[in-house]
């Protein structure tokens, strides 16, 4: 069951927060354009992020005092459209982390092939101590402040960490009321009845779904004979696991902010989210389901499965542990867990890896079809969002592993060759405006 605030589950507090998260997605590009040859002026256009924008944000609390947030957004590329990329609310929000996360949404919407460039945001605040009239002024105030940003077709924002629909809703309403018109494509992830999308919610867990049904294919194994732990248990890792048990999977180890749970024969995924619709997070879910909680979270990542799914945070696998890691199948809910220094690791142990860029693009996928919708005022059935998104996914997958077969690299790499030559050729094809 996910959280009120998207995804407060998926964040641990033991990620490895010594490697800087936008080195990291840099180093993951060099590793690709050196593969491309690309030239110095075809890097200069687009490696760095084209706008960094920093505000304050004061904002009157319950007991009539002042209290003032800093606050990012950053637009990393926009060749091939608006900008696009979530709002995250959490404590440790920096400067650093919204640019690697702007940086990989934009060559995340280019492998799958939509039309958007790559944006993100962040406010550095813990939502859970705001009451929920602080918790709109801010989420308002944020949304005026960058007013010259935001708009249908220049940077579309959407739930992230510590934000959901009804922030989206306040972000929509304020955007609106500036304009003097309904406008709900400026922002998606927003709540049905204001022109949110079906399938929406976990959307980014069924595009992982597809993608890792595409990879199983290719290493000749069985979904319904796969040992699955997940790392996370938001609103990717949640819904990831529910999947997974609907397959016919074993999930034997689960996580979340207060610990991991394991059982070898199986957990009840269910039931877990029965628990979790009176219970904030997973602890105490050892006791009332007869699970064994783990004395190290970290060690979740090293069980013998055949799957991992890390859907918490960045720099959870590194060259700390990547050795020790077991399974065969890795597929990244999250936005860069594994480090570069990490996936040379793992390429040479064999371990079979779907980049997070691929792998928890179908958020944004269908992102994008819940836009398109809003533009035309005409909104389709569930039916249809699974059929897009499915054929998307599928074809992205394969375009990356023919690519991966090319060139002779990991999928990594080869996601990252497929997205740059996209931006490349855009921004090529639009020249430079002297």
């Not at 033991?14 to 890097?43: G, H, P, R, W």
């Not at 809910?333 to 990490?342: K, L, R, S």
């Not at 059929?387 to 996914?393: C, K, Q, T």
Request: charge should be neutral; charged fraction near 25%.
């Amino acid at each position: 069951m996910p959280t009120a605030m998207n995804e407060v589950r998926d964040l641990p507090s033991y990620n490895d927060s010594t490697i800087s998260a936008f080195d990291n997605a840099m180093k993951q590009f060099d590793a690709a354009a050196e593969v491309l040859n690309l030239t110095t002026d075809q890097v200069a256009v687009i490696k760095e992020p084209r706008r960094v924008t920093e505000v304050k944000l004061p904002i009157r609390m319950d007991n009539g005092s002042i209290q003032v947030f800093k606050a990012y957004r950053v637009q990393h590329n926009i060749a091939r459209g608006p900008a696009k990329g979530g709002v995250r609310f959490h404590q440790d929000v920096n400067l650093d982390e919204v640019k690697a996360l702007a940086f990989w949404m934009t060559y995340k919407c280019a492998v799958v092939n939509v039309p958007f460039g790559g944006g993100k945001g962040g406010v550095i605040v813990e939502p859970s101590k705001l009451s929920k009239g602080e918790l709109e002024r801010l989420a308002r105030r944020y949304f005026a402040e960058m007013m010259d940003l935001f708009g249908p077709d220049k940077d579309v924002p959407a739930p992230d960490v510590g934000t959901n629909p009804q922030i989206m809703s306040w972000f929509m309403d304020t955007y609106s009321m500036h304009h003097g018109e309904f406008t709900p494509a400026v922002v998606t992830g927003k709540p049905i009845e204001l022109g949110g999308s079906e399938g929406r919610t976990e959307a980014t867990a069924q595009g992982l779904m597809y993608t890792v049904e595409e990879a199983v294919k290719h290493l000749g194994m069985d979904l319904k004979k796969c040992a699955v732990a997940v790392q996370g248990f938001g609103n990717v890792g949640s819904y990831s696991a529910k999947l997974f048990h609907k397959a016919g999977s074993k999930i034997v180890a689960i996580s979340d902010v207060s610990g991991a749970y394991r059982n070898e024969k199986g957990i009840d995924i269910p039931k877990i989210f029965d628990y979790l619709k009176d219970h904030k997070t997973l602890e105490g879910v050892d006791k009332a389901m007869g699970l064994t909680k783990m004395k190290n979270a970290m060690e979740l990542l090293e069980l013998p499965v055949d799957i991992l799914v890390p859907a918490a945070l960045e720099n959870q696998i590194t060259k700390k542990n990547a050795d020790k890691i077991k399974a065969k199948l890795i597929a990244e809910g999250a936005n860069g867990p594994i480090t570069t220094d990490a996936d040379n690791t793992l390429n040479q142990k064999g371990t079979f890896v779907i980049p997070d860029i691929l792998c928890n693009a179908g958020g944004v996928t269908v992102s994008y079809l819940e836009w398109v919708q809003n533009r035309m005022g005409y909104y389709w059935r569930d039916e249809r969002i699974q059929e897009d998104l499915s054929r998307i996914m599928k074809q992205s997958f394969q375009a990356v592993l023919e690519t991966s077969k090319q060139y002779k690299v990991d999928m990594r790499v080869a996601a990252f060759i497929v997205s740059i030559q996209r931006v490349t050729r855009a921004s090529e094809m639009r020249g430079l405006y002297a």
